[in-house]
């Protein structure tokens, strides 16, 4: 008795990857945002400020465990290398990517308004963007819950 076998070989499927959409500075920022409160929460602070030379060494923002606690959720977080990722994003706008950001801007800032938010005055920077004079919630903290509701609402998200 004779067993014949035969196999057929396939030609693996090529695969092209989709390219992953580029996720929005401003929501990259703000996830980060949330990485770095919840780091300083765990090592026992919430976020006061940056360290000031000129206020002195007995401001709290100056206070030598606090700013261990800062260097140690920036390395856990990388805040600053994103906020200064989000800061060149506002840089290489067109004009046409300003007029449409002020837009966004003067809603969020409506919206977090209602929320109870005080964010001061919009005044332009050196490219013409608007930026709060101040931004802070109710309780003083910058509650990015609030952030994401208005621009969920406003549907800010995704541009």
Known sequence: TTTT???????PKVTIP?????????VKLMDSLDDFNSC???EGYEFIGLPNAEAG???PANNPDYLQALVLCNSRTNIATT???????????????????NEQTIALG?????????????????????????FQSPDGSVNTDDIRSCASELSLEGN
């Open 5 to 11: 076998t035969t196999s057929t070989t396939q030609p």
């Open 18 to 26: 989709i390219a992953e959409e580029e996720e929005n500075a401003g």
């Open 40 to 42: 300083l929460s765990s």
């Open 57 to 59: 060494p007995e401001d």
């Open 83 to 101: 906020f200064q990722e989000f800061q060149e994003s506002r840089n290489e706008m067109t004009p046409d990517e300003i007029k449409e950001q």
């Open 110 to 134: 409506e919206c977090l308004n209602r929320k109870g938010w005080n964010v001061g005055d919009l005044s332009p920077d050196e490219n013409g963007l608007l930026n709060p004079s101040q």
